[in-house]
């Protein structure tokens, strides 16, 4: 089992960037597949981007592709979202997710552990 708390939210201007990261605790890091999903007031939890076990492939949403890049350090149980010309509608609270396969990343079903959530606030 994976206890998982994301960091680096914060309140930003449009045309900015932040890093968020993902510390998981507990064993077996190593081999869970990573994801990010948001989600705003009033809307659904939003597939963000998502990276396999050892880091070699990565999948995104397409309202951040080109835009975000996720990235995973094992040996520091850690994953990254780095969030390059922020629009305004990228604010949402954004979860860390763990899934123990690599099947339908883009559901938030198909992940078995969640992060709290940081908030990400762009504004105009």
């Known amino acids: 089992q994976v206890q998982l708390a994301e960091s680096g939210g914060g309140l930003v201007q449009a045309g900015a960037s932040l890093r968020l990261s993902c510390i998981a605790s507990?064993?077996?890091?190593?081999?869970?597949?990573m994801g990010w999903f948001r989600q705003a007031p009033g809307k659904e939890r939003e597939f963000v981007a998502a990276i396999s076990y050892r880091g070699g492939y990565t999948f995104y949403g397409d309202s951040v592709k080109g835009r975000f890049t996720i990235s995973k350090d094992n040996a520091k149980n850690t994953v990254y979202l780095q969030m390059n010309s922020l629009k305004p509608e990228d604010t949402a609270i954004y979860y860390c997710a763990a899934q123990e396969t690599l099947v339908s990343l883009r559901l938030p079903g198909a992940y078995d552990y969640w992060g709290p959530g940081t908030q990400v606030t762009v504004s105009s």
């Open positions: 507990g064993s077996g890091f190593s081999g869970y597949t």
